[in-house]
């Protein structure tokens, strides 16, 4: 029997058969033809003529940095997971499997960028100078993210799905009104990051529409790690996700978000086309997350363990590690350098968390508006007074 084929919505009156249905959900699930991949699972560089000249300057050195980076936000990541596990932090949001999207997306940012997140972004927060020890607090209940916006070009985490999406758009249209769009060094772009199950939420479209009416520069970069906790993709759109920027009138590009050096190359791409004026420009990253969605959640109860099985193999890290070894001819020294390294850094994230003091009870009346505001103030006098009332008790 023949196999269905996919539906490609070239005639817009027409209407995909149930078949048609399953066969584009399938293609969804293998990636599709269109993946733009540079690196394959088995640690091969290949080709694509659309993008490999933004990868052409990435030689054994960028890509051991690279490597260097999507290790270290690893290991920061399991130290997470492993602190929650002994109490230190009342939750974690892991990235397992995710490091090359945000590493190489984050790599192709310039200083003068700025990076809208989601709560999942550690491998962004890295790549923008974040120390993981500042994320620490936000899931030990103590901060809402310290860091300086604007000094790192790294927006607080959002936890409101999509929610995000409005802020960078309207960031972006300033960085447009404010004419910072234009030159391809000192231009300015906006990346705007968020999963496959927001692209279901009203925030998202809205941003899309404003982006493209706007000309805003705002590269949508969508980690399309197949779920939305328990909801499959499968639930959440007909076509392949990158394919939607077509109704808005941009460009939507899919990309395997397990290749660093893809996701590097088409981000600098899509970022060069808003620092130059032809934004707003979509990327979905393909990918997929090893883990459960938070420490609260267990993925076994929904998701079939092959499926985790299958996606170890195309390991985000172990496919530079051996293009590094076979191609580049790498020595184990290197490699027992970063490992070294990235054990120095658990050991630091575990001591600076268990020594985190807990907050005052004024804390949460502080940065509440950037003017200090007599309200406030009051509740805080008041609130103090209160709890200086238990003083002697036990
Ligand atoms: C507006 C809103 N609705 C529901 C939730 C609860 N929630 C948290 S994460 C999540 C799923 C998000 O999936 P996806 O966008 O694919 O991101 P992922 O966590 O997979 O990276 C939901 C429904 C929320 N945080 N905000
Ligand atoms: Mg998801």
Request: aromatic share 10%.
């Amino acid at each position: 029997m023949e196999e269905p084929q996919a539906w490609v919505p070239s005639d817009p009156r027409s209407r995909p058969s149930h078949d048609q249905v399953v066969a584009g959900l399938k293609g969804i699930d293998e990636g599709g033809p269109e993946l733009v991949q540079l690196l394959t699972p088995e640690g091969e560089r290949t080709t694509d003529h659309r993008f490999d000249a933004y990868s052409a300057d990435v030689g054994a050195e960028e890509l051991k940095a690279l490597y260097r980076d999507m290790v270290l936000v690893r290991r920061a990541d399991r130290e997470g997971n492993a602190l929650q596990r002994q109490g230190e932090l009342g939750i974690w949001v892991p990235l397992l499997g995710q490091e090359a999207a945000q590493v190489g997306s984050g790599r192709a940012l310039r200083s003068q960028d700025m990076a809208f997140p989601s709560y999942r972004e550690h491998g962004v927060a890295w790549c923008r100078g974040i120390d993981p020890t500042e994320l620490l607090g936000i899931f030990r209940g103590t901060d809402h993210g310290a860091w300086d916006s604007a000094a790192t070009g790294f927006h607080p985490y959002t936890i409101v799905i999509g929610n995000q999406c409005l802020n960078a758009t309207g960031y972006a249209m300033g960085q447009r009104f404010e004419s910072k769009v234009g030159d391809p060094d000192t231009g300015e772009a906006t990346i705007c990051y968020f999963g496959d199950g927001a692209t279901s939420q009203g925030d998202v479209h809205e941003g899309f529409v404003w982006a493209a009416a706007y000309d805003a520069p705002l590269v949508f970069f969508c980690q399309n790690n197949q779920w939305a906790i328990s909801v499959p993709l499968s639930r959440q759109t007909r076509v392949p996700l990158y394919q939607r920027a077509r109704g808005y009138g941009f460009p939507g590009v899919r990309v395997d978000g397990n290749d660093v050096l893809a996701c590097l190359a088409v981000t600098r791409w899509a970022l060069e086309e808003c620092r130059t004026g032809n934004g707003p420009v979509l990327i979905e990253a393909f990918t997929y997350r090893m883990d459960s969605h938070t420490t609260s959640d267990d993925a076994t109860r929904y998701r079939l363990a092959d499926e985790v099985e299958l996606w170890k193999l195309k390991d985000p890290i172990e496919r530079v590690r051996v293009h590094l070894v076979r191609s580049l001819g790498v020595s184990q020294d290197f490699f027992d350098g970063v490992e070294a390294e990235s054990e120095a850094l658990a050991v630091r994230l575990r001591e600076y968390c268990r020594a985190m003091p807990s907050p005052g009870p004024e804390r949460m009346f502080s940065e509440v508006y950037a003017e200090p505001s007599p309200q406030v103030e009051a509740q805080r006098e008041e609130y103090l007074a209160y709890h200086a009332s238990f003083d002697g008790e036990a």
